[in-house]
């Protein structure tokens, strides 16, 4: 599978809760950055995914583009907290691929509104 339809399916897999599959694709040194939170090493990635991330819902992709060894993500999530509160954002999702096909860093920017840089 090439890294484009890697990240693809992602976000099929991660919407319907698939955590063991979207677990795999992390090498063992892998690096997720999440706005503002950093989380090193693919034990606390997995930590990340099973027991703080609370939200349920469907990502929207605009677009998906593959350049060597990275792709980039657009889209929009739509869904729930974990208090039911309803949660929409757009992101932006840049992943770096090792040569043996496991992701080695992800970045993701999310859009938070003109308000948050006002003066």
């Given at each position: 599978?090439?890294?484009?339809?890697?990240?693809?399916?992602?976000?099929?897999?991660?919407?319907?809760?698939?955590?063991?599959?979207?677990?795999?694709?992390?090498?063992?040194?892998?690096?997720?950055?999440?706005?503002?939170?950093?989380?090193?090493?693919?034990?606390?990635?997995?930590?990340?995914?099973r027991?703080?991330?609370?939200?349920?819902g469907?990502?929207?992709?605009?677009?998906?583009?593959?350049?060597?060894?990275?792709?980039?993500?657009?889209?929009?999530?739509?869904g729930?907290?974990?208090?039911?509160?309803?949660?929409?954002v757009?992101?932006?999702?840049?992943?770096?691929?090792?040569?043996?096909?496991?992701?080695?860093?992800?970045?993701?920017?999310?859009a938070?509104?003109?308000?948050?840089?006002?003066?």
């Amino acid at each position: 599978m090439t890294p484009g339809a890697i990240v693809e399916e992602y976000y099929r897999r991660i919407d319907s809760n698939d955590l063991d599959w979207v677990v795999s694709l992390f090498s063992e040194d892998a690096t997720y950055v999440r706005a503002d939170s950093r989380l090193q090493g693919k034990a606390e990635i997995d930590r990340f995914f099973r027991t703080q991330r609370r939200i349920r819902g469907k990502h929207v992709i605009d677009s998906i583009v593959a350049v060597r060894d990275q792709v980039f993500c657009k889209g929009e999530f739509i869904g729930r907290g974990e208090t039911g509160d309803r949660r929409q954002v757009r992101f932006f999702d840049v992943w770096h691929f090792h040569s043996s096909g496991k992701v080695r860093l992800r970045e993701t920017y999310l859009a938070l509104g003109h308000e948050y840089v006002k003066s």
